[in-house]
């Protein structure tokens, strides 16, 4: 973002020390304004489908683990364990 700013900054001083006339000056600040607009909008469209496409890859690699987490039986292999050694359950010494 910042260098889009940089950039239109540049653009805009270059023309008003350029010597034309100010109408064309004018017509060609508002071309390349609209340029930049263009341009500033494709890349946010570019930057929004990257993000959706991380969001589901992000949710596919969860699920994915969570898969393979039951499939090892680590976690169910873990709370029997605690349920054996009086955790978790009722206690023994009453």
């Not at 976690?75 to 010494?93: I, L, V």
Request: charged share 30%; proline share 2%.
């Amino acid at each position: 973002m910042g260098f889009l700013i940089g950039l239109l900054t540049g653009a805009v001083v270059a023309l008003l020390y350029a010597p034309k006339t100010g109408d064309l000056t004018r017509d060609e600040l508002r071309v390349r304004s609209e340029e930049l607009k263009r341009r500033a909008d494709e890349l946010q469209k570019i930057a929004n489908d990257l993000s959706q496409q991380a969001q589901v890859k992000g949710r596919e690699l969860v699920d994915e683990a969570k898969r393979q987490w039951d499939r090892s039986g680590v976690g169910q292999r873990a709370s029997e364990a605690g349920t054996r050694s009086g955790e978790g359950g009722p206690s023994a010494k009453s």
